[in-house]
Nanobody
Framework: QVQLVESGGGLVQAGGSLRLSCAASGRTFSSYALGWFRQAPGKEREFVAAIDSSGALTSRAESVKGRFTVSRNNAKNTVFLQMNSLIPEDTAVYYC???????????????WGQGTQVTVSS
């Protein structure tokens, strides 16, 4: 099993940056694709970004390309989401997630974190 715990959320001014971290546990951590979803008030959960088990392949939602970067450090059992140029529309609860492969990431999630709140003020 993989257990995921997010951290790094908070309140930030528009144009600012935050880095979310997701600490993972489990011996199979390095074999999973990892990434992030978010859910804003009144909206459905949406895909944000993912990274494959090797860290070589990433996928990002069109809305965050050029602003968000997903990375992982398997030695530290951690996946990150670097968020730059934040806008109020980025306000949401961000959830770390794990799936068997990056192509299964969006609809076949195996494990979810509890979420961390990101609030971007105008």
């Amino acid at each position: 099993q993989v257990q995921l715990v997010e951290s790094g959320g908070g309140l930030v001014q528009a144009g600012g940056s935050l880095r979310l971290s997701c600490a993972a546990s489990g011996r199979t951590f390095s074999s999973y694709a990892l990434g992030w979803f978010r859910q804003a008030p009144g909206k459905e959960r949406e895909f944000v970004a993912a990274i494959d088990s090797s860290g070589a392949l990433t996928s990002r939602a069109e809305s965050v390309k050029g602003r968000f970067t997903v990375s992982r450090n398997n030695a530290k059992n951690t996946v990150f989401l670097q968020m730059n140029s934040l806008i109020p529309e980025d306000t949401a609860v961000y959830y770390c997630a794990a799936a068997g492969s990056i192509v299964r990431f969006r609809n076949e999630i195996d494990y979810w974190g509890q979420g961390t709140q990101v609030t971007v003020s105008s």
